[in-house]
């Protein structure tokens, strides 16, 4: 069977619902018979929504959280996870810009929903519905075990590096508290009927992508092209919820903006692109995973964010700026705190990344003879993430004097750190995985002692501490590697 992919997406005559234009539709495709390159081509790359079918089939919650006329399992799942502490959304609730959030454990959740199921209204007036939203199953059961990630999306720099660091570098902005549930950004969803999700866009302006376990949800999508649609004049705030009754005179524009729908069935998943604004309703009973990531193809994204929130934070302590005896260490706590990092933690992160790319490179070198950018996929998957993060040093380099708030990474550090070693071999079985190279291991020492390609004696002896040196070792990188940027 040959798979047909359309080169756009899914185009409907334009049409009214509820007041809102539709004027679009997500495609449907086969997930087994799609491969990875096809992914990205179509999807990924392009920054294209995308409903995946036929992944879902061996994932044990769609055993054991399925009852069997396909509703959730209730039962099962308190008297297993019930203990959990939870973040629960009052759906009929507004707080600033979100849905006001309550904690209780899972089992008091579950009763909360069956006693509001079996009243008298069945919770129709929407006020009294509560959704169990961010619960971090992986972090707090991984040795259950629940579902596996689909290679479409294995390909994930976020959680691959907050299994092993702290996102923050600052202990002091840490929620030491709450070590959980600032861990990771793999989810499940639960909740009833009725229950939904406001208009956003994601976390660091991340791909997401969501399964559903059983139930279904109807999507709502505005491209990132249209974002200044639906925000106010003075871009401060976005419209919470697409069906109410939304001032024009705050949006003046809203009226133009021309969404995409969709309904997604029980075991389908979803693929949310970057900047993607999107509201979902629950259509039934539902149970979801949800996950967040970047990676090469939207780190700019993420990049293009944290500048836009930290100009904004300048912007609003800028009369304070004469009389702060630190005013740019307050602009990136403030970022950080906004937007889940400041520059220093994404410098950070690309170093580690940088380096142990270059350490997977050598890997493959050591297990395939020489290469090339273009002699295996799995290269030019690395020479792209070096590149990627090449051209996001260049973009910090003109920005501010934050660099001095960063502390040098040492290469020779990192080489005898069992926590570097672990993150490197981790790097190295996901791509593995997601080219086929299941045999794919990574010896760090192994590696270092055997290639002299490029220098890591030398270079394990030397420090990076600012964008410019990052860029130089990328180049020193790919140079030897006899490749040019």
Same mark, same amino acid.
């Given at each position: 069977?040959?798979?047909?992919?359309?080169?756009?997406?899914?185009?409907?005559?334009?049409?009214?619902?509820?007041?809102?234009?539709?004027?679009?539709?997500?495609?449907?495709?086969?997930?087994?018979?799609?491969?990875?390159?096809?992914?990205?081509?179509?999807?990924?790359?392009?920054?294209?929504?995308?409903?995946? #079918?036929?992944?879902?089939?061996?994932?044990?919650?769609?055993?054991?959280?399925? $009852?069997?006329?396909?509703?959730?399992?209730?039962?099962?799942?308190?008297?297993?996870?019930?203990? $959990?502490?939870?973040?629960?959304?009052?759906?009929?609730?507004?707080?600033?810009?979100?849905?006001?959030?309550?904690?209780?454990?899972?089992?008091?959740?579950? %009763?909360?929903?069956?006693?509001?199921?079996?009243?008298?209204?069945?919770?129709?007036?929407?006020?009294?519905?509560?959704?169990?939203?961010?619960?971090?199953?992986?972090?707090?059961?991984?040795?259950?075990?629940?579902?596996?990630?689909?290679?479409?999306?294995? %390909?994930?720099?976020?959680?691959?590096? &907050?299994?092993?660091?702290?996102?923050?570098?600052?202990?002091?902005?840490?929620?030491?508290?709450?070590?959980?549930?600032?861990?990771?950004?793999?989810?499940?969803?639960?909740?009833?009927?009725?229950?939904? #999700?406001?208009?956003?866009?994601?976390?660091?302006?991340?791909?997401?992508?969501?399964?559903?376990?059983?139930?279904?949800?109807?999507?709502?999508?505005?491209?990132?092209?249209?974002?200044?649609?639906?925000?106010?004049?003075?871009?401060?705030?976005?419209?919470? %919820?697409?069906?109410?009754?939304?001032?024009?005179?705050?949006?003046?524009?809203?009226?133009?903006?021309?969404?995409?729908?969709?309904?997604?069935?029980?075991?389908?998943?979803?693929?949310?692109?970057?900047?993607?604004?999107?509201?979902?309703?629950?259509?039934?009973?539902?149970?979801?995973?949800?996950?967040?990531?970047?990676?090469?193809?939207?780190?700019?994204?993420?990049?293009?964010?944290?500048?836009?929130?930290?100009?904004?934070?300048?912007?609003?302590?800028? %009369?304070?700026?004469?009389?702060?005896?630190?005013?740019?260490?307050?602009?990136?706590?403030?970022?950080?705190?906004?937007?889940?990092?400041?520059?220093?933690?994404?410098?950070?992160?690309?170093?580690?990344?940088?380096?142990?790319? &270059?350490?997977?490179?050598?890997?493959?070198?050591?297990?395939?003879?020489?290469?090339?950018?273009?002699?295996?996929?799995?290269?030019?998957?690395?020479?792209?993430? &070096?590149?990627?993060?090449?051209?996001?040093?260049?973009?910090?380099? $003109?920005?501010?004097?934050?660099?001095?708030?960063?502390?040098?990474?040492?290469?020779?550090?990192?080489?005898?750190?069992?926590?570097?070693?672990?993150?490197?071999?981790?790097?190295?079985?996901?791509?593995?995985?997601?080219?086929?190279?299941?045999?794919? #291991?990574?010896?760090?020492?192994? #590696?270092?002692?055997?290639?002299?390609?490029?220098?890591?004696?030398?270079?394990?002896?030397?420090?990076?501490?600012?964008?410019?040196?990052?860029?130089?070792?990328?180049?020193?990188?790919?140079?030897?590697?006899?490749?040019?940027?």
């Amino acid at each position: 069977m040959k798979l047909v992919i359309s080169l756009v997406p899914g185009r409907s005559e334009e049409r009214t619902k509820m007041g809102v234009k539709i004027g679009g539709k997500v495609e449907r495709v086969d997930g087994k018979l799609l491969n990875y390159a096809e992914f990205i081509k179509y999807y990924m790359a392009r920054n294209q929504p995308v409903i995946l #079918t036929g992944l879902t089939d061996d994932w044990r919650a769609c055993r054991d959280w399925v $009852s069997g006329d396909g509703k959730p399992d209730l039962r099962f799942l308190s008297s297993r996870f019930g203990t $959990s502490k939870v973040q629960v959304a009052e759906c009929g609730t507004k707080e600033f810009t979100d849905q006001k959030r309550v904690e209780m454990s899972v089992s008091e959740f579950i %009763d909360r929903w069956e006693r509001i199921s079996g009243s008298d209204d069945g919770g129709a007036d929407g006020n009294s519905l509560l959704y169990l939203k961010d619960w971090h199953f992986v972090k707090e059961y991984p040795e259950y075990n629940a579902y596996s990630t689909p290679s479409f999306f294995c %390909d994930d720099w976020l959680n691959l590096y &907050l299994d092993k660091y702290n996102m923050h570098s600052d202990p002091h902005t840490l929620e030491e508290r709450d070590e959980i549930r600032c861990s990771d950004y793999r989810f499940v969803y639960m909740g009833a009927k009725g229950t939904w #999700t406001p208009l956003h866009a994601d976390v660091f302006r991340s791909y997401s992508w969501s399964a559903n376990v059983c139930g279904r949800k109807q999507w709502y999508f505005l491209s990132p092209g249209q974002r200044d649609l639906i925000f106010d004049r003075n871009m401060r705030s976005s419209v919470y %919820d697409i069906f109410e009754d939304v001032c024009e005179s705050k949006f003046p524009r809203i009226d133009e903006a021309i969404w995409m729908e969709c309904i997604q069935e029980q075991n389908e998943i979803i693929f949310v692109p970057s900047g993607w604004y999107h509201q979902v309703h629950n259509l039934e009973d539902t149970i979801s995973i949800n996950h967040n990531w970047f990676n090469a193809y939207n780190i700019s994204w993420v990049w293009d964010l944290l500048l836009r929130e930290y100009r904004e934070a300048r912007w609003y302590i800028e %009369d304070i700026k004469d009389i702060c005896d630190d005013f740019e260490g307050l602009c990136q706590k403030n970022l950080a705190a906004n937007a889940g990092m400041d520059f220093c933690d994404l410098f950070i992160f690309m170093i580690r990344f940088a380096f142990a790319n &270059l350490i997977v490179l050598h890997q493959i070198t050591r297990d395939d003879g020489d290469i090339h950018w273009n002699s295996s996929q799995m290269a030019q998957a690395i020479f792209s993430n &070096l590149k990627s993060i090449r051209q996001i040093s260049l973009n910090m380099k $003109s920005v501010g004097t934050w660099e001095d708030k960063c502390l040098p990474f040492h290469f020779m550090d990192a080489t005898e750190d069992q926590t570097f070693i672990e993150f490197c071999s981790e790097l190295g079985r996901t791509y593995g995985m997601v080219f086929d190279r299941c045999d794919m #291991t990574v010896n760090l020492n192994q #590696t270092l002692l055997e290639h002299d390609r490029v220098n890591l004696s030398d270079l394990s002896g030397s420090r990076v501490c600012s964008p410019d040196e990052l860029v130089r070792f990328v180049d020193y990188a790919y140079k030897g590697f006899g490749t040019e940027i």
